[in-house]
Protein backbone atom coordinates (compact mmCIF):
# COMPACT_ATOMS: atom_id res chain seq x y z
CA UNK A 1 0.00 0.00 0.00
CA UNK A 2 2.78 2.43 0.67
CA UNK A 3 4.51 1.94 -2.52
CA UNK A 4 1.33 2.22 -4.24
CA UNK A 5 0.40 5.85 -2.59
CA UNK A 6 3.85 6.55 -3.25
CA UNK A 7 3.91 5.85 -7.01
CA UNK A 8 0.19 8.27 -7.37
CA UNK A 9 1.96 10.76 -5.20
CA UNK A 10 4.63 11.55 -7.91
CA UNK A 11 2.90 10.05 -10.92
CA UNK A 12 -0.54 11.98 -10.85
CA UNK A 13 -3.54 10.93 -12.73
CA UNK A 14 -6.70 9.46 -12.64
CA UNK A 15 -7.11 8.39 -15.87
CA UNK A 16 -7.38 4.44 -17.20
CA UNK A 17 -3.74 5.10 -18.71
CA UNK A 18 -2.10 6.36 -15.89
CA UNK A 19 -3.47 3.18 -13.92
CA UNK A 20 -2.13 1.28 -15.71
CA UNK A 21 1.41 2.76 -16.21
CA UNK A 22 1.42 2.65 -12.90
CA UNK A 23 0.92 -0.72 -12.11
CA UNK A 24 3.67 -1.62 -15.42
CA UNK A 25 5.85 0.65 -12.96
CA UNK A 26 5.30 -1.44 -10.37
CA UNK A 27 5.64 -4.73 -12.26
CA UNK A 28 9.21 -4.19 -13.71
CA UNK A 29 10.94 -2.08 -11.35
CA UNK A 30 12.11 -4.45 -8.93
CA UNK A 31 13.81 -6.77 -12.12
CA UNK A 32 16.82 -5.64 -14.06
CA UNK A 33 15.13 -5.90 -17.52
CA UNK A 34 15.95 -2.31 -19.92
CA UNK A 35 13.21 -0.42 -20.27
CA UNK A 36 12.04 1.45 -23.14
CA UNK A 37 9.49 4.70 -22.37
CA UNK A 38 7.75 6.02 -25.68
CA UNK A 39 5.88 9.19 -25.77
CA UNK A 40 5.63 13.09 -26.98
CA UNK A 41 7.88 15.49 -25.69
CA UNK A 42 6.69 16.41 -21.83
CA UNK A 43 4.54 13.69 -21.27
CA UNK A 44 6.99 12.63 -18.12
CA UNK A 45 9.24 10.00 -19.33
CA UNK A 46 11.75 11.35 -17.26
CA UNK A 47 9.63 10.74 -14.01
CA UNK A 48 9.06 7.44 -15.72
CA UNK A 49 12.24 6.40 -15.52
CA UNK A 50 12.79 8.43 -12.25
CA UNK A 51 10.07 6.29 -10.67
CA UNK A 52 11.27 2.87 -11.59
CA UNK A 53 15.11 3.38 -10.26
CA UNK A 54 13.66 4.40 -7.23
CA UNK A 55 11.54 1.57 -6.93
CA UNK A 56 14.09 -0.65 -7.75
CA UNK A 57 16.89 -2.58 -5.86
CA UNK A 58 18.99 -0.15 -7.29
CA UNK A 59 17.86 3.08 -5.95
CA UNK A 60 20.62 3.54 -3.17
CA UNK A 61 22.94 3.71 -6.18
CA UNK A 62 23.49 6.47 -9.00
CA UNK A 63 20.58 7.48 -11.39
CA UNK A 64 22.56 9.15 -13.85
CA UNK A 65 20.68 10.85 -17.14
CA UNK A 66 22.20 11.45 -20.13
CA UNK A 67 20.38 13.05 -22.93
CA UNK A 68 21.05 11.82 -27.08
CA UNK A 69 19.98 14.50 -28.71
CA UNK A 70 21.92 17.55 -29.11
CA UNK A 71 25.12 15.60 -28.66
CA UNK A 72 27.93 14.81 -31.24
CA UNK A 73 28.95 11.35 -31.84
CA UNK A 74 32.17 11.87 -30.27
CA UNK A 75 31.59 13.63 -27.27
CA UNK A 76 28.36 10.87 -26.73
CA UNK A 77 30.97 8.07 -26.81
CA UNK A 78 33.06 10.10 -24.02
CA UNK A 79 30.24 10.77 -22.12
CA UNK A 80 28.93 6.99 -21.57
CA UNK A 81 32.21 5.41 -21.94
CA UNK A 82 34.50 7.65 -20.99
CA UNK A 83 38.35 8.11 -22.48
CA UNK A 84 41.85 7.81 -21.57
CA UNK A 85 44.11 11.19 -21.54
CA UNK A 86 45.35 12.13 -25.30
CA UNK A 87 42.19 10.25 -26.59
CA UNK A 88 41.43 12.87 -28.71
CA UNK A 89 42.55 16.91 -28.51
CA UNK A 90 41.67 18.67 -25.06
CA UNK A 91 41.58 15.54 -23.52
CA UNK A 92 44.25 16.04 -20.77
CA UNK A 93 43.20 13.40 -18.41
CA UNK A 94 41.80 10.22 -17.91
CA UNK A 95 37.92 10.64 -17.62
CA UNK A 96 35.32 7.80 -16.48
CA UNK A 97 32.24 7.51 -17.95
CA UNK A 98 28.50 7.45 -17.07
CA UNK A 99 28.40 3.56 -17.06
CA UNK A 100 31.52 3.72 -14.37
CA UNK A 101 30.04 6.35 -12.17
CA UNK A 102 26.56 4.46 -12.35
CA UNK A 103 27.67 1.02 -11.57
CA UNK A 104 25.23 -1.00 -9.33
CA UNK A 105 22.65 1.67 -10.35
CA UNK A 106 20.73 3.56 -13.92
CA UNK A 107 21.34 4.67 -16.68
CA UNK A 108 19.15 7.17 -18.29
CA UNK A 109 19.33 7.23 -22.06
CA UNK A 110 16.90 10.22 -23.27
CA UNK A 111 15.60 10.48 -26.72
CA UNK A 112 17.86 7.69 -28.08
CA UNK A 113 16.47 7.90 -31.32
CA UNK A 114 18.72 10.55 -31.91
CA UNK A 115 21.36 8.10 -30.95
CA UNK A 116 24.33 7.82 -33.81
CA UNK A 117 24.36 4.57 -35.02
CA UNK A 118 27.99 4.55 -34.45
CA UNK A 119 27.19 4.74 -30.78
CA UNK A 120 24.51 2.50 -31.05
CA UNK A 121 26.51 -0.61 -32.09
CA UNK A 122 28.64 0.66 -29.37
CA UNK A 123 25.45 0.48 -26.79
CA UNK A 124 24.76 -2.92 -27.80
CA UNK A 125 28.06 -4.17 -27.35
CA UNK A 126 27.52 -3.35 -23.28
CA UNK A 127 24.16 -4.24 -23.26
CA UNK A 128 25.02 -7.50 -24.62
CA UNK A 129 28.17 -8.23 -22.66
CA UNK A 130 28.37 -5.75 -20.23
CA UNK A 131 32.01 -4.90 -21.33
CA UNK A 132 33.17 -1.75 -23.00
CA UNK A 133 36.07 0.29 -23.46
CA UNK A 134 36.76 4.00 -22.80
CA UNK A 135 37.41 6.03 -25.83
CA UNK A 136 41.22 5.55 -26.94
CA UNK A 137 41.65 2.58 -24.12
CA UNK A 138 42.19 -1.15 -25.00
CA UNK A 139 41.37 -1.67 -21.27
CA UNK A 140 37.99 -3.98 -20.86
CA UNK A 141 35.77 -2.66 -18.39
CA UNK A 142 32.81 -3.93 -16.80
CA UNK A 143 29.79 -2.15 -15.11
CA UNK A 144 26.49 -3.48 -13.64
CA UNK A 145 23.81 -0.96 -15.15
CA UNK A 146 20.38 -0.67 -16.16
CA UNK A 147 19.31 1.06 -19.41
CA UNK A 148 16.26 2.58 -19.37
CA UNK A 149 15.67 4.48 -22.58
CA UNK A 150 13.21 7.01 -23.62
CA UNK A 151 12.15 8.32 -27.17
CA UNK A 152 9.40 10.35 -28.37
CA UNK A 153 9.94 9.16 -31.77
CA UNK A 154 8.83 6.25 -33.58
CA UNK A 155 12.02 3.80 -33.91
CA UNK A 156 9.69 1.08 -36.20
CA UNK A 157 9.89 3.94 -38.69
CA UNK A 158 13.14 5.03 -37.99
CA UNK A 159 14.52 1.30 -38.15
CA UNK A 160 12.45 1.00 -41.76
CA UNK A 161 15.02 4.12 -43.33
CA UNK A 162 18.31 2.89 -41.56
CA UNK A 163 18.60 5.08 -38.87
CA UNK A 164 18.19 3.02 -35.61
CA UNK A 165 19.68 -1.03 -35.48
CA UNK A 166 16.83 -3.24 -35.24
CA UNK A 167 19.03 -5.33 -32.71
CA UNK A 168 19.49 -2.53 -30.40
CA UNK A 169 15.55 -1.91 -31.09
CA UNK A 170 14.64 -5.09 -29.51
CA UNK A 171 17.51 -5.19 -26.86
CA UNK A 172 16.01 -1.78 -25.62
CA UNK A 173 12.68 -3.19 -25.79
CA UNK A 174 12.47 -5.70 -23.43
CA UNK A 175 9.47 -3.89 -21.69
CA UNK A 176 7.82 -0.92 -22.84
CA UNK A 177 5.92 1.62 -21.16
CA UNK A 178 3.95 4.53 -23.53
CA UNK A 179 3.11 7.55 -22.02
CA UNK A 180 -0.25 8.83 -23.93
CA UNK A 181 -0.46 12.66 -24.72
CA UNK A 182 -2.04 14.84 -22.40
CA UNK A 183 -5.00 15.44 -24.86
CA UNK A 184 -5.90 11.73 -24.70
CA UNK A 185 -6.19 11.82 -20.88
CA UNK A 186 -8.11 15.32 -20.41
CA UNK A 187 -9.55 13.99 -16.80
CA UNK A 188 -5.46 13.63 -15.74
CA UNK A 189 -5.70 17.63 -16.15
CA UNK A 190 -7.61 18.76 -12.64
CA UNK A 191 -5.28 17.04 -10.73
CA UNK A 192 -2.21 17.87 -12.55
CA UNK A 193 -3.03 21.80 -12.17
CA UNK A 194 -3.54 21.61 -8.69
CA UNK A 195 -0.40 20.24 -8.08
CA UNK A 196 1.14 22.56 -10.17
CA UNK A 197 -0.61 25.41 -8.82
CA UNK A 198 0.58 24.23 -4.77
CA UNK A 199 4.08 23.71 -5.78
CA UNK A 200 4.77 26.83 -7.66
CA UNK A 201 2.44 29.06 -5.13
CA UNK A 202 4.70 27.26 -2.13
CA UNK A 203 7.88 28.54 -4.51
CA UNK A 204 6.52 32.04 -4.42
CA UNK A 205 4.91 32.12 -0.92
CA UNK A 206 1.39 33.31 -2.83
CA UNK A 207 -1.46 31.10 -2.27
CA UNK A 208 -3.44 30.75 -5.86
CA UNK A 209 -6.49 29.29 -6.72
CA UNK A 210 -7.81 28.29 -10.14
CA UNK A 211 -11.43 29.65 -10.83
CA UNK A 212 -13.96 27.31 -12.57
CA UNK A 213 -13.97 29.20 -15.66
CA UNK A 214 -10.09 29.08 -16.05
CA UNK A 215 -10.38 25.05 -15.50
CA UNK A 216 -12.49 25.16 -18.23
CA UNK A 217 -9.96 26.78 -20.52
CA UNK A 218 -7.73 24.51 -19.55
CA UNK A 219 -9.43 20.90 -20.45
CA UNK A 220 -10.57 22.39 -23.59
CA UNK A 221 -7.20 23.23 -24.84
CA UNK A 222 -4.66 20.41 -26.88
CA UNK A 223 -1.65 20.48 -24.92
CA UNK A 224 0.41 19.95 -27.79
CA UNK A 225 3.75 20.54 -25.38
CA UNK A 226 1.77 17.83 -22.55
CA UNK A 227 2.34 18.44 -18.74
CA UNK A 228 5.51 20.80 -19.74
CA UNK A 229 3.36 23.52 -21.52
CA UNK A 230 0.63 22.89 -18.78
CA UNK A 231 3.25 23.82 -16.05
CA UNK A 232 4.74 26.66 -17.96
CA UNK A 233 1.25 28.17 -18.95
CA UNK A 234 0.22 27.89 -15.41
CA UNK A 235 3.48 29.95 -14.27
CA UNK A 236 3.20 32.35 -16.53
CA UNK A 237 -0.52 32.57 -14.89
CA UNK A 238 0.26 33.06 -11.19
CA UNK A 239 2.92 35.67 -12.16
CA UNK A 240 0.24 37.98 -13.88
CA UNK A 241 -2.54 37.09 -11.24
CA UNK A 242 -2.61 39.87 -8.67
CA UNK A 243 -4.98 38.51 -6.76
CA UNK A 244 -5.23 34.71 -5.04
CA UNK A 245 -7.79 33.41 -7.78
CA UNK A 246 -6.91 32.91 -11.28
CA UNK A 247 -10.06 33.76 -13.13
CA UNK A 248 -8.91 33.28 -16.77
CA UNK A 249 -6.37 32.10 -18.88
CA UNK A 250 -4.37 34.11 -21.13
CA UNK A 251 -1.31 32.76 -21.99
CA UNK A 252 -2.29 30.02 -23.69
CA UNK A 253 -0.83 31.11 -26.93
CA UNK A 254 0.15 28.20 -29.21
CA UNK A 255 -3.58 27.60 -30.78
CA UNK A 256 -4.22 27.85 -34.38
CA UNK A 257 -7.55 29.31 -34.51
CA UNK A 258 -6.95 32.54 -36.60
CA UNK A 259 -4.58 33.96 -38.47
CA UNK A 260 -3.71 36.85 -35.79
CA UNK A 261 -3.47 33.91 -33.43
CA UNK A 262 -0.71 32.57 -35.36
CA UNK A 263 0.98 35.86 -36.38
CA UNK A 264 1.13 36.31 -32.56
CA UNK A 265 2.60 32.62 -31.78
CA UNK A 266 5.40 32.87 -34.42
CA UNK A 267 6.70 36.65 -33.18
CA UNK A 268 6.76 35.06 -29.53
CA UNK A 269 8.86 32.10 -30.85
CA UNK A 270 11.26 34.49 -32.71
CA UNK A 271 11.62 36.50 -29.74
CA UNK A 272 11.63 33.01 -27.69
CA UNK A 273 14.71 32.15 -30.28
CA UNK A 274 16.55 35.39 -29.92
CA UNK A 275 16.96 34.84 -26.13
CA UNK A 276 17.97 31.20 -26.45
CA UNK A 277 20.68 32.53 -29.45
CA UNK A 278 18.91 30.41 -32.01
CA UNK A 279 18.92 27.17 -30.54
CA UNK A 280 15.83 25.51 -31.22
CA UNK A 281 15.75 22.67 -28.86
CA UNK A 282 16.36 25.21 -25.86
CA UNK A 283 13.30 27.50 -27.01
CA UNK A 284 11.13 24.59 -27.29
CA UNK A 285 12.08 23.75 -23.74
CA UNK A 286 11.40 26.94 -22.72
CA UNK A 287 8.08 27.25 -24.60
CA UNK A 288 7.20 23.59 -22.85
CA UNK A 289 6.69 22.24 -26.56
CA UNK A 290 7.99 19.68 -28.97
CA UNK A 291 10.69 20.91 -31.47
CA UNK A 292 8.35 19.72 -33.98
CA UNK A 293 5.52 22.03 -32.85
CA UNK A 294 7.99 24.60 -33.13
CA UNK A 295 8.80 24.20 -36.98
CA UNK A 296 5.49 23.88 -37.82
CA UNK A 297 4.49 26.99 -35.42
CA UNK A 298 7.37 28.84 -37.54
CA UNK A 299 5.86 28.03 -40.91
CA UNK A 300 2.36 28.64 -40.58
CA UNK A 301 3.03 32.63 -40.38
Avoid at 2 to 19: D, Q, T, V, W
Avoid at 70 to 99: C, D, Q
Avoid at 213 to 236: H, M
Wanted: charged share 30%; net charge positive.
Amino acid sequence: MELRNSIERRLLGKSRAIKEIREQIQKIAPTNYPVLITGETGVGKTLAAELIHELSPRASKEFIHLNCSNISPELFESELFGHERGAFTGAVERKKGKLELADGGTVFLDEIGDLHPHNQGKLLLFMDKGVFYRLGGIEKLKADVRIIAATNKNLLFEMKHGRFRQDLYFRIRTFEIHIPPLRERKEDIPMLAEEILKRESRRIGSKKALAPEALDKLLAYDWLGNIRELENVIRREIIETEGERIEAICSIYLSNKDKRTRVFNHRMLIETLIRCRGNKSAAAKELGISRQWLYKILSTK
